[in-house]
């Protein structure tokens, strides 16, 4: 049966051609309707979107009491397959302690542990949280197991709940290798991605990662990263790049140069890694991942300056055990309106059509389009960032 959904006090519909081209820097790129209407065809699609007074008729109807809706967040940065606890190490941050990725072993001792359906457990209400927070599509990498065997078993779990997988064998150099770098970079890019590739390129995961950062002793050099990408390219994944989050470094450029769909992090970074990112704009986005800095006590990266410069600015939550073990966009909203000198509209933006470009999606609410959308308690997207900390935007059950 179709849905009219009426009672939309503001729609916005990431489609500029539909919008009425209003003032706030990036409110164009929203393409907002106000006092709107979209009809959901039975089997979950927008059919139809435009004034409610011109709204055709459905078989249904719901009214949205004069709420916004949005399209829902793709949070295209995640790592929800993990088992542990490491508030610990979270505390001693908060008191100085630096981060430098040597915590990411508690975890994967802990995943490795776990059986699978306890881990299935924690997925999905990791899953479920982010929903009730407004997300309708999420990426998930593995990289707790670092075993071919747990990691096949994380990107299964994983691809349970997502088609957007990512592997991450190269999180960091597990503890058992740590006197041979070179073998387990040999395992990660010989007989583990053979196994993640074994029933076709992306059977089993979407994007391939890799930890590209100098300034940790647990994590991959530039030269390690770019072997461990080309040899994804070529067994057919997708690549994405964790770069330049401990300090100035390779990863950004590597990114720029090997056209990955997304860098991620880029919270140190100089005039040369702004230049690559504005020239890749169109491949590759710099997925900014502020509820990092916000847990790890880092300064924030200037997003605003990013997008005075043409880079393609995307907004995600990073949720993991160690750095943000937040799931919620809209605090990464907040941080990147607050901190990073985006406005909402533009904040809003990287975190549903330039973070769902970096998985090869399009996030606007248009015909034909799956009708994946959220809804906020409040006239508007602005009160997002306003009413920090709120839970008043949830995905839209239809
Ligand atoms: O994206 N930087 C590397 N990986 C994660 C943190 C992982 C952890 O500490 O458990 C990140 O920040
Ligand atoms: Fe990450």
């Given at each position: 049966m179709s849905l009219l959904l009426t009672g939309i006090a503001e729609l916005t519909t990431n489609d500029p051609a539909r919008g009425d081209g209003h003032s706030d820097r990036g409110d164009a790129l929203l393409g907002v309707v106000r006092d709107a209407a979209i009809v959901v065809s039975a089997d979950g699609l927008v059919e139809w979107v435009g004034p409610a007074d011109e709204a055709p008729d459905a078989d249904t109807r719901r009214d949205l009491g004069g709420r916004a809706v949005i399209p829902g967040f793709v949070d295209s940065h995640t790592h929800l397959v993990f088992a542990g606890d490491r508030s610990a190490e979270f505390a001693a941050r908060m008191t100085g302690t630096p981060y430098d990725g040597g915590g990411i072993a508690v975890s994967v001792a802990a995943t490795r542990a776990a059986s699978d359906d306890e881990l299935r457990a924690l997925v999905a209400a990791r899953v479920a949280e982010m929903r009730a927070q407004g997300t309708t599509t999420v990426e998930i990498k593995s990289g707790y197991g670092l075993t071919l065997d747990d990691e096949l078993r994380s990107l299964r779990i994983a691809r349970e709940v997502t088609p957007h997988t990512t592997f991450l064998g190269a999180h960091v150099v597990p503890p058992e290798y740590a006197s041979d770098r070179a073998a387990y970079v040999d395992l990660v890019t010989g007989p583990m991605l053979d196994a993640v590739t074994a029933d076709g390129p992306t059977s089993l995961?979407?994007?391939?990662?890799?930890?590209?950062?100098?300034?940790?002793?647990?994590?991959?050099?530039?030269?390690?990263?770019?072997?461990?990408?080309?040899?994804?390219?070529?067994?057919?994944?997708?690549?994405?790049?964790?770069?330049?989050?401990?300090?100035?470094?390779?990863?950004?450029?590597?990114?720029?140069?090997?056209?990955?769909?997304?860098?991620?992090?880029?919270?140190?970074?100089?005039?040369?890694?702004?230049?690559?990112?504005?020239?890749?704009?169109?491949?590759?986005?710099?997925?900014?991942?502020?509820?990092?800095?916000?847990?790890?006590?880092?300064?924030y990266p200037d997003g605003r300056a990013l997008i005075d410069a043409g880079v393609d600015v995307a907004l995600a939550s990073d949720c993991n055990p160690g750095t943000c073990y937040s799931s919620s966009i809209p605090f990464a909203i907040a941080l990147a309106v607050r901190e990073m000198g985006m406005t909402p509209a533009e904040a809003l933006y990287a975190a549903t059509a330039v973070s769902a470009r970096s998985l090869g999606l399009d996030r606007r609410i248009a015909p034909g389009q799956p009708a994946e959308v959220a809804v906020i308690d409040a006239p508007s997207h602005l009160h997002l960032a306003y009413r920090a900390g709120v839970p008043i935007v949830r995905a839209l059950d239809l």
């Open positions: 995961a979407e994007s391939i990662d890799v930890f590209c950062e100098p300034h940790s002793a647990h994590a991959f050099d530039g030269d390690e990263a770019r072997t461990i990408l080309e040899a994804g390219r070529a067994a057919g994944l997708a690549l994405r790049v964790h770069g330049n989050q401990l300090g100035p470094g390779p990863g950004v450029r590597l990114a720029c140069e090997l056209g990955a769909r997304s860098v991620d992090h880029c919270t140190f970074l100089d005039d040369a890694d702004v230049e690559a990112l504005a020239a890749a704009r169109g491949t590759t986005v710099a997925t900014l991942l502020p509820g990092v800095e916000f847990s790890t006590r880092s300064p």
